[in-house]
Nanobody
Framework: QVQLVESGGGLVQAGGSLRLSCAAS????????MGWYRQAPGKQRELVAS???????NYLGSAKGRFTISRDNAKNTVDLQMNSLKPEDTALYYC??????????WGQGTQVTVSS
């Protein structure tokens, strides 16, 4: 089991930057994949970015070139650097950890609001 705590959300103007951080309650070095999802009101939750244990990354199309996911196994954290933010990036952002296909965990979410 692992608890995930997100931080770093807030209100920012369009074009600005935010850095989200997800702190895990135990070592993440053996966790298969960790990622960031988001859910806007009235929309489905979607994957924004993920990073595997080996360091392979995957990004939502609209996030490519603007967002960067990173993983620090020594600190047990996964960060999401978000640049050139747009109003459509406004959502509740969740950290996710996949242990295996049967076991995965979510954080409580952190709100990101981008004003135009």
């Amino acid at each position: 089991q692992v608890q995930l705590v997100e931080s770093g959300g807030g209100l920012v103007q369009a074009g600005g930057s935010l850095r989200l951080s997800c702190a895990a309650s135990r070592s993440i070095s053996s966790i298969t994949s960790m990622g960031w999802y988001r859910q806007a009101p009235g929309k489905q939750r979607e994957l924004v970015a993920s990073i595997t244990r080996s360091g392979s990354t995957n990004y939502l199309g609209s996030a490519k070139g603007r967002f960067t996911i990173s993983r620090d196994n020594a600190k047990n954290t996964v960060d999401l650097q978000m640049n050139s933010l747009k109003p459509e990036d406004t959502a509740l952002y969740y950290c996710n950890a996949v242990i295996n296909i049967y076991s995965y965990y979510w954080g409580q979410g952190t709100q990101v609001t981008v004003s135009s």
